[in-house]
Nanobody, 122 residues
């Protein structure tokens, strides 16, 4: 099970930190991806982090503003979001994949959280 938290309403330029807490399986065995979705659009990749956290990858739209990190001892993955823009508004999901590398397509992920809403007001 994956449970996201930390979403909310923030003004343009503000920051939020999302957390994804994992239970029921060992976080060390999974790479984690963050995705977001707005109504009427496909779920899009935002960021990913490998099992040990040694590698991260970001969509161009968030590069330099978002930072992905993980604490396997706490079974938690974080997404720090800075300099938020109105176009970052979406439901954000974390997902786990047994792959050794970071996957950008949702079909490659085995487990999903329920999502947390992020709204950035202009």
């Amino acid at each position: 099970q994956l449970v996201e938290s930390g979403g909310g309403l923030v003004q343009t330029g503000g920051s939020l930190r999302l957390a994804c807490v994992v239970s029921g399986f060992t976080l060390d065995d999974y790479a984690i991806g963050w995705f977001r979705q707005v109504p009427g659009k496909e779920r899009e990749f935002v960021a990913g982090i490998t099992r040990t956290g040694s590698n991260t990858y970001y969509a161009d739209s968030v590069k330099g503003r978002f930072t992905n990190s993980r604490d396997n001892a706490k079974n938690t993955v974080y997404l720090q979001m800075n300099s938020l823009k109105a176009e970052d508004t979406a439901v954000y999901y974390c997902a786990a994949t047994g792959s050794l590398s970071i996957n950008t397509h949702p079909r490659n992920y085995d487990y999903w959280g329920q999502g947390t809403q992020v709204t950035v007001s202009s």
